[in-house]
């Protein structure tokens, strides 16, 4: 019996290591190897034909802190993701609980909300380009109809980045709907009946009941949307290059001018390992401070 017992536990183990397998094989190749082989990389200097790359510690890291560029692109993506994750989300459920509701053509309210997230990016922002085009663009246009003068909104750096985060809203808002719309249909019919035996208006429903219920989608939502404010790229490519004078510059587009313009390889590393401590810092601190709050049944 014991040896039966042994066998079929040992079986259990190799059927659980098979499962487990394909994930872990892709995480180890895409993610646990390459960051570790960045975190190397940052630990040393820069190589050229006559000066060899050599181990040098931490101070690229120190180079990174001393280099204002640095503390500019922060900022710069402190100001973007407190704006474009909280605006996002709120948008994104008041979105949902619109298309949610029973109103007239609910599919094309649904799709027309959803519609921005499928336009490829480099193609969302030439369409932006021709609301922000000075002189020619929808905005010019517009303002022009009540005598405002021309505005170049991706030539200021007091408007650039404003520019760039009203696009980053309005692309991503539908994405974000459509988590908050999934989960409203879970929601049972019957909770809606009692709040309104109960005599519960609409806001108290919504706060008391609703709210409640999707934190476990808010959660996921606010961490995907953390993650998306570190990775936008493709948008100041077409829109702004980083400029003007470092006004859109992110921290993604940072990485890639100092690998790929700049020929900086280990900087670009440094940088690349303080933001996959960052961001595992303040995903760790928001499931850690919402979980407490996430009613997951």
């Known amino acids: 019996m014991s040896a039966h017992a042994n066998l079929e536990r040992r079986r259990q183990a190799i059927y659980g290591w098979l499962l487990l397998s394909p994930a ?9 190897y390459p960051s570790v082989a960045t975190l190397w990389s940052s630990l040393f200097s820069r190589g050229t034909r006559r000066n060899p790359t050599e181990f040098v510690g931490t101070e690229n890291y120190a180079e990174l802190f001393a280099d204002p560029t640095f503390w500019i692109v922060v900022k710069n993506n402190l100001l973007y993701a407190g704006v474009t994750i909280p605006v996002s989300i709120f948008i994104a459920l008041s979105m949902a609980l619109w298309a949610n509701g029973k ?20 193609a969302a922002a030439n369409l ?24 170049n909104w991706l ?14 809203i309005w692309k991503e808002a539908g994405f974000f709907m459509i988590f908050y719309l999934a989960a409203l249909q879970t929601i049972p019919e019957d909770l809606k009946e009692a709040a ?4 519960a208006s609409r806001w108290t429903y919504t706060r008391r009941i609703v709210l409640p219920l999707l934190m476990p989608t808010t959660l996921f939502i606010a961490v995907n949307a953390m993650i998306n404010s570190v990775k936008l790229i493709d948008h100041l490519f077409i829109l702004t290059k980083g400029g003007p004078s470092d006004a859109s510059k992110l921290i993604l587009y940072y990485i890639y001018e100092m690998a790929f313009a700049f020929f900086d390889a280990p900087s670009a590393a440094a940088m690349t390992m303080m933001v996959i401590a960052v961001l595992g810092i303040v995903a760790a601190v928001q499931f850690l401070y919402l ?4 009613h997951y049944q």
């Open 24 to 32: 872990a094989i892709l995480l180890t190749l895409f993610a646990f």
């Open 103 to 122: 109103i007239r053509a609910r599919g094309f309210v649904r799709t027309a909300y959803f519609t921005p997230t499928v336009l490829p990016m480099i």
């Open 128 to 151: 932006w380009l021709f609301f922000y085009t000075p002189g020619l663009g929808v905005l010019d246009q517009i303002g022009s109809l009540f005598g405002l003068p021309s505005v």
């Open 155 to 168: 030539g200021q750096p007091e408007t650039a980045l404003w520019a760039i985060i009203i696009v980053t």
């Open 196 to 199: 309104d035996i109960e005599g």
């Open 291 to 294: 979980d407490k709050r996430t």
